[in-house]
């Protein structure tokens, strides 16, 4: 992984062997709502295959990117009925 970027919309991940994934914003609810400051500070983690974002508690993989999956959402007893 070499770079990531966020807009209001998408965001991107520049891989080391230089494709670029781009996903919605929308599909990671604490980046949507995070600040620019608390989105701007990422750290590789995973040993090269995620990010991390601490003030959010935030990981990714780029596995999980690949596969175009969005994160889990949250129980709510109106999502079981």
């Given at each position: 992984?070499?770079?990531?970027?966020?807009?209001?919309?998408?965001?991107?991940?520049?891989?080391?062997?230089?494709?670029?994934?781009?996903?919605?914003?929308?599909?990671?609810?604490?980046?949507?709502?995070?600040?620019?400051?608390?989105?701007?500070?990422?750290?590789?983690?995973?040993?090269?295959?995620?990010?991390?974002?601490?003030?959010?508690?935030e990981d990714l993989s780029t596995e999980g990117l690949?596969?175009?999956?969005?994160?889990?959402?949250?129980?709510?007893?109106?999502?079981?009925?």
């Open positions: 992984m070499k770079d990531v970027r966020i807009d209001d919309d998408l965001l991107s991940v520049d891989l080391a062997d230089g494709r670029t994934i781009s996903v919605p914003l929308a599909w990671y609810p604490a980046l949507l709502h995070a600040s620019r400051e608390q989105r701007a500070e990422w750290r590789i983690s995973g040993g090269g295959f995620g990010i991390h974002w601490p003030a959010l508690d690949l596969r175009g999956a969005p994160a889990p959402r949250a129980f709510t007893p109106s999502a079981a009925a």
